[in-house]
Structures are given as structure tokens and as C-alpha cells.
């Protein structure tokens, strides 16, 4: 069963610097696109960034020359360097990744369960 786990949230202070890390489990034929989006109570999931399986790159506007998104496909894993952290970052943060699952040969995205950041000022 393919399964996603985000690692490295945490309490920093604005301005402070912080990794999330995102590591695919189970058995994959491909990781197609992955991505990290944030959510805030009673608010969608924002998308921040996204990685193709050829490393292209995308930003939203508010993260983008702060974050870094960058992925290892050998070790199926994607990464978010988050740096300047604000305030208004402070949030749920998942990952995605778009896979077609060895088993089923089916391709799909799946979500991690997320891990919360908190910036303080």
C-alpha cells in the first residue's frame, strides 16, 4: 500500500529557517509530479510548490524565493526548505504525490497526513 509521511515541522520564530521532509512508502512503478500544499483552520489547502519527475519547478507567489522545492526519486522522497519564515506561514503542511502503484497500476494521488508548522513573531 502506498503511503506518504511528511517529517520536520515544528515551533520556529520568524525569520528562522525549517526542512520538511516527504517519503514515499510502499510499492511505486512511477512518482509523477509531487507537490506541498498548507492549510490553515476553516481554509482550503493552498498549493506552494510543485516538482515534476524531471525536477521543473513551481512556486506560489507567496513562497516563491523563500521555499525550495527539490525531490530524490531514488530514494522517493521530497523536500521543502523553507526559509524567512512569517507568521503568516504558520499551517498545516501535506505533501502530494501523483503515483501509479506497482500493484494496481492504477495512477492516483495520494496525501500525506501533514505536519504543522508554527512561526512565532
Known amino acids: 500500500q502506498v503511503q506518504l509521511v511528511e517529517s520536520g515541522g515544528g515551533l520556529v520564530q520568524a525569520g528562522d529557517s525549517l526542512t520538511l521532509s516527504c517519503a514515499v512508502s510502499?510499492?511505486?512503478?512511477?512518482?509523477?509530479?509531487m507537490g506541498w500544499y498548507r492549510q490553515v483552520p476553516g481554509n482550503p489547502r493552498d498549493l506552494l510548490a510543485t516538482?515534476?519527475?524531471?525536477?521543473?519547478?513551481h512556486y506560489a507567489d507567496a513562497v516563491n524565493g523563500r521555499f525550495t522545492i527539490s525531490r530524490d526519486n531514488a530514494k522517493k522522497t521530497v523536500h521543502l526548505q523553507m526559509n524567512n519564515l512569517k507568521t503568516a506561514d504558520t499551517g498545516v503542511y501535506f505533501c502530494t504525490a501523483n503515483i501509479k502503484a506497482r500493484a494496481t497500476l492504477e495512477r492516483k494521488n495520494y496525501w500525506g497526513r501533514g505536519t504543522q508548522v508554527t512561526v512565532s513573531s
Open positions: 516538482i515534476t519527475y524531471t525536477n521543473a519547478t
Open positions: 510502499g510499492s511505486t512503478y512511477r512518482i509523477y509530479d
